[in-house]
């Protein structure tokens, strides 16, 4: 579909997703469609996982972003174009616009992580970073751009864009199983949006599953018209949407058999068995579609599910704070408060313990002045590293048999 056949709010078809993939051939990775056998023995659904995190940039986004500048008049491409993103979507036109010969603008919001400000800025793109969430930084994107008559690209509610990624979908009906259901995650919708056309025309007895983090729902909220309420921070700021798309949501009303919301603490878990059991670098969208499964496992039981790993651009930092307190949910990294008398020895004697017992101590905190216990009673916080649950709760019962009490301080 060419850029002039394009009506504003025009609903794309299957056939456009098909002219796309032909349109990105070669420009993009048909990146691999892998059973994760690991995270299937671990739900009891038979998962495969469609690794979009290894395109170039690192997201789906790029599929989209191509299509829509290869699409443009020439006469717009001179122009140059502008869009908003909290990061995926930057880095897809900025990389994209740069091999096309087409200057690009990118609005980000301000609480974009810097991994994801510093790659689009590589990429070539101007950077501008305003508001606080996409919606912000969007209305900016669209005053800048008519201030400096550049073509605007959204992120998700444009039609070539939608068509564009749906050719995540042809890839993936042309090289894996038949899939009982597909979960995609969602912010606008343009991902699940173009996918659903392709599924439903190729694959109609597919179930379509739409995932959504419970602090943006918006589009639960653009199909069931439920009122919810909407957070602030969330792990999946990829999907962090407070709007949905008006081409996208009708898309998703006529073909998406469900929208699920999952918890944070249910993303994390997702990240974390991604990374630890599958070996795999997600962001917090891109394990949306595991975190559905792991809130309801019952539902998919035995089922060939397909997910997409939509984005691996986390920061290191977060990546490292969200695999120590899974480490810490499981029992293996844990804080203890252990009660003992001042006087000396009793360091010495509370780490033999913990070593008689197989604990690696890694960092140890003794506190006498800021304590409420007895004067001639003390405290020290031994922080250390277990094979799990049940060794922890070895290594507590040796130390209070031993007449040391004993608390976790902190998990």
């Not at 789906?60 to 290869?70: E, I, S, V, Y």
């Not at 070996?279 to 579609?289: I, N």
């Not at 499964?293 to 990546?319: H, S, Y």
Request: aromatic residues 4%.
């Amino acid at each position: 579909m060419s850029a002039n056949a394009i009506i504003e709010n025009s609903l794309p078809v299957a056939d456009d997703v098909r002219d796309a993939a032909k349109r990105i051939a070669g420009r993009v990775m048909n990146t691999p469609l892998v059973p994760a056998e690991k995270l299937s023995a671990l739900t009891g659904a038979k998962i495969w996982l469609k690794l979009e995190n290894l395109q170039y940039t690192g997201a789906f986004k790029q599929r989209g972003a191509l299509n829509k500048l290869m699409t443009l008049p020439d006469a717009d491409k001179k122009r140059g174009v502008i869009a908003a993103s909290a990061g995926n979507h930057a880095q897809g036109v900025a990389y994209n616009a740069k091999a096309l010969g087409i200057h690009a603008v990118i609005v980000m919001p301000t609480t974009t992580p810097d991994v994801k400000v510093r790659q689009t800025r590589e990429l070539g793109a101007d950077v501008v970073l305003h508001g606080e969430d996409f919606d912000e930084a969007g209305d900016y994107a669209r005053k800048l751009g008519r201030k400096r008559d550049l073509v605007f690209v959204h992120p998700f509610d444009d039609a070539d864009v939608i068509a564009g990624q749906g050719t995540v979908a042809l890839e993936m009906i042309e090289a894996g199983p038949d899939f009982d259901a597909v979960i995609v995650p969602i912010g606008g919708g343009g991902l699940i949006a173009g996918m659903s056309l392709a599924f439903k025309d190729a694959s109609a007895t597919t179930e379509i599953i739409g995932v959504q983090t419970e602090l943006f729902p918006s589009m639960a909220m653009a199909i069931d018209g439920k009122e919810r309420k909407f957070g602030a921070n969330t792990l999946a700021e990829g999907i962090a949407v407070r709007e949905a798309g008006t081409i996208t949501r009708e898309i998703v009303r006529d073909n998406v058999d469900d929208i699920v919301l999952v918890d944070e603490r249910t993303l994390e878990r997702a990240l974390s068995l991604l990374m630890n059991e599958q070996k795999l670098l997600a962001e917090g969208a891109g394990a949306a579609g595991l975190a559905a499964i792991l809130a309801d496992p019952e539902r998919f039981a035995g089922k060939t599910v397909g997910l997409v790993l939509c984005g691996g651009n986390i920061d290191a930092r977060l990546l490292s704070m969200i695999l120590m307190r899974d480490l810490a949910r499981a029992g293996r990294l844990a804080r203890l408060r252990v009660q003992l008398l001042d006087k000396p020895g009793q360091l010495v004697s509370v780490s033999s313990i913990i070593a008689e017992h197989d604990g690696n101590v890694i960092d140890v905190g003794h506190h006498r002045t800021y304590s409420d216990l007895p004067a001639k009673m003390t405290c020290m916080d031994v922080t250390l590293d277990t094979q799990g649950q049940d060794h922890l709760d070895r290594i507590i019962e040796a130390l209070r048999d031993n007449g040391y009490p004993v608390e976790i301080a902190a998990y």
